[in-house]
C-alpha cells in the first residue's frame, strides 16, 4: 500500500513557475514507477510525465520543454518543477504511483492540487 500526497499548488500567472510535491509513504517507494496526471474540468485525466523507478522519463507534448519531473527515493518525493506556464495548464494535478507485481498491476493515486494559472 502506498499512500500519496500532493503539494505546492496555487495560482500563478502566466509565465510563473510553480514545484509540485508528492510525499509519498509505504514501503518500496524506489521500485514504483511514479506520474504526474492532470484533469481540467469536463476534461479527462491526462499523463503528463512519468518517471520510471531507474529514472528515465516521458512528457506529454504540450508541456515538453516546459516541465520537469523528478524523484528522490531517499525522501520517497517526486517532484513537477513546472516553468513557463500557461492558462491552458490549469487543472487538478495529480500524483500517481504504479508498479506490477507477478502479473498484478499497483495503482495508487493522490487527492489531487489545484494550479490555476490566470491574470
Given at each position: 500500500q502506498?499512500?500519496?500526497?500532493?503539494?505546492?499548488?496555487?495560482?500563478?500567472?502566466?509565465?510563473?513557475?510553480?514545484?509540485?510535491?508528492?510525499?509519498?509513504?509505504?514501503?518500496?517507494?524506489?521500485?514504483?514507477a511514479?506520474?504526474?496526471y492532470?484533469?481540467?474540468?469536463?476534461?479527462?485525466r491526462?499523463?503528463?510525465?512519468?518517471?520510471?523507478s531507474?529514472?528515465?522519463?516521458?512528457?506529454?507534448?504540450?508541456?515538453?520543454?516546459?516541465?520537469?519531473?523528478?524523484?528522490?527515493?531517499?525522501?520517497?518525493?517526486v517532484?513537477?518543477?513546472?516553468?513557463?506556464?500557461?492558462?491552458?495548464?490549469t487543472?487538478?494535478y495529480?500524483?500517481?504511483?504504479?508498479?506490477?507485481?507477478?502479473?498484478?498491476?499497483?495503482n495508487?493515486?493522490?487527492?489531487?492540487t489545484?494550479?490555476?494559472?490566470?491574470?
Amino acid at each position: 500500500q502506498v499512500h500519496l500526497v500532493e503539494s505546492g499548488g496555487g495560482l500563478v500567472q502566466p509565465g510563473g513557475s510553480l514545484r509540485l510535491s508528492c510525499a509519498a509513504s509505504g514501503s518500496a517507494f524506489r521500485l514504483y514507477a511514479m506520474g504526474w496526471y492532470r484533469q481540467a474540468p469536463g476534461k479527462q485525466r491526462d499523463l503528463v510525465a512519468f518517471i520510471t523507478s531507474g529514472g528515465n522519463t516521458n512528457y506529454a507534448d504540450s508541456v515538453k520543454g516546459r516541465f520537469t519531473i523528478s524523484r528522490d527515493d531517499a525522501k520517497n518525493m517526486v517532484y513537477l518543477r513546472m516553468n513557463s506556464l500557461k492558462p491552458d495548464d490549469t487543472a487538478v494535478y495529480y500524483c500517481n504511483a504504479e508498479r506490477t507485481v507477478v502479473a498484478t498491476k499497483l495503482n495508487y493515486w493522490g487527492q489531487g492540487t489545484q494550479v490555476t494559472v490566470s491574470t
